[in-house]
């Protein structure tokens, strides 16, 4: 028996429990190898399935529990946090918020096999109003298909992962070192990615005042709201003269954008990340007058600068 079995077999539950829960509380630090090493140990008689899947599955809903009451009491703050230190911030936060929109609930379920979305649904869901019975039997629906999933996967290919893990062992610390520095690569190309983007348009963002005075001079810039439907069901004011599209609608809605006149992009994530890729594409389309907004919607309410009711244009 190889160390890492050895290892699971003793501590048990309570070292899968803190697994699951660890990484559902948003560290980077993925419980599916302990899941599936779990499940070679069930499927050798060595663990016991049921104590292994009650463990898996109140790690999760612990987790969970702990960002759907962040979410529910400090509303977009905890989303502002967790879009500040996600490796895509943008995509997930927009992906999170448009499954949320589209299937509700049953969204949770999908997202929990997703990285990334497996961390933002629960606040999003505690921001949303969801009653917490209700986010308890779907998180819960969720928590045991996840972790019962991938110790089922283990069970099937039990012999199969007992010899990959003896010969990754046999490779002593070869193998821990080339895990860890491809985890470690991939992190920094992330924020390489990241930054480089933020950096490439830094110089032409415009401020909030900045466009106030546009506003107040009789200019007509093009105001485009990027944020998700699910952000302005939450908080329906905009930008007054703001018309609304979401980024994954900008490919099919450029050419109705004027070319011959500003266009001002915002959305509510910090940095203002969507809005920053939205412009870039737009660039490479030959719109050369497009610059986002510096901090958003946000800094635009902090200003008490106009705003107005958001109204669902006519299909």
């Known amino acids: 028996m ?18 699951v829960f660890v990484e559902q509380a948003g560290a980077p630090l993925p419980s599916v190898p302990w899941l599936l090493a779990a499940g070679a140990l069930i499927g050798t008689g060595r663990m016991n399935g049921l104590v292994a899947l009650s463990a898996a599955t109140f790690g999760a809903l612990l987790g969970d529990f702990i960002w759907f009451f962040l979410g529910r009491h400090y509303g977009q703050r905890v989303l502002g946090l967790l879009c500040r230190i996600s490796l895509e911030p943008d995509s997930c936060v927009r992906r999170t918020q448009n499954l949320f929109t589209r299937y509700g609930m049953p969204g949770v379920v999908a997202a929990k096999f997703v990285p990334g979305l497996s961390t933002l649904a629960p606040p999003l869901a505690g921001n949303s109003g ?47 070192g080339l895990v860890a520095g491809l985890v470690a690569a991939y992190i920094a190309y992330k924020y390489f990615q990241r930054h480089r983007l933020l ?17 107040e001079a009789g200019e007509k810039p093009v105001i485009l709201d990027l944020r998700s439907l699910a952000e302005l ?9 703001a018309r609304h599209t979401t980024v ?18 915002y959305c509510s994530c910090p940095n203002e990340v969507s809005s920053a890729r939205t412009a870039l594409q737009l660039r490479r389309k030959g719109f050369n007058r497009v610059r986002p907004l510096l901090g958003g919607f946000d800094a635009w309410r902090d200003r008490n600068y106009p705003t107005e009711l ?3 244009a006519p299909a």
Do not use: C, K
């Open 310 to 312: 958001w109204v669902v």
């Open 199 to 215: 950096n490439e348009l830094r110089m032409t963002r415009i401020t909030v005042d900045e466009l106030h005075q546009m506003l």
């Open 130 to 176: 969801v009653s917490v019975p209700r986010f308890l039997f779907f998180d819960g629906l969720a928590s045991v298909l996840y972790g019962g999933g991938f110790i089922l996967v283990g069970v099937l290919f039990s012999h199969q992962l007992d010899q990959v893990i003896g010969a990754l062992t046999s490779l002593g610390g070869n193998a821990l």
């Open 248 to 265: 994954d609608e900008m490919e099919l809605r450029a050419q109705e954008i004027p070319r011959d006149r500003d266009i001002i992009l």
């Open 2 to 19: 190889n160390e890492t079995l050895e290892f699971l077999s003793r501590h048990g539950a309570a070292f899968l429990f803190a697994a």
């Open 233 to 241: 069901q939450q908080n329906p004011s905009m930008i007054r003269g």
